[in-house]
């Protein structure tokens, strides 16, 4: 499987912003997704998470209730609607896929495949 993120770019804070990430293959409906960020000279960290189904999603406390994760597998797109933003949601966010998986999985280590990366900054 093969990831491409994009939609990134620069928005103040309050406002909003939408990720894609297309996926190459016939097996993206077998994978779950997520996004994960990156802020400079910090780890990675989990952002959200959706089943291969789409019947289940799990978030950050720190975006619950202002991100969506979603999925179109007839796509194979996952998208991450961001509202509210927040000057500390600036990172390069990633999309990231996994085949097998336990309950509520969240570890970066674990997913099978990633995508590139696209820049979020929220100014201030």
């Known amino acids: 499987v093969q990831l491409q993120a994009s939609g990134g770019g620069l928005v103040q804070a309050g406002g909003s912003l939408r990720l894609s990430c297309a996926a190459s293959g016939r097996t993206f409906s077998s994978y779950a997704m997520a996004w994960f960020r990156q802020a400079p000279g910090k780890e990675r960290e989990f952002v959200a998470f959706?089943?291969?189904?789409?019947?289940?999603?799990f978030y950050a406390d720190s975006v619950k209730g202002r991100f969506t994760i979603s999925r179109d597998n007839a796509k194979n797109t996952v998208s991450l609607q961001m509202n509210s933003l927040k000057p500390e949601d600036t990172a390069v966010y990633h999309c990231?896929?996994?085949?097998?998986?336990?309950?509520?999985?969240?570890?970066?280590?674990?997913?099978?495949?990633w995508g590139q990366g696209t820049l979020v900054t929220v100014s201030s």
């Open positions: 990231a896929a996994i085949r097998y998986y336990s309950d509520h999985e969240r570890d970066p280590s674990k997913f099978d495949y």
């Open positions: 959706i089943s291969w189904s789409g019947g289940s999603t």
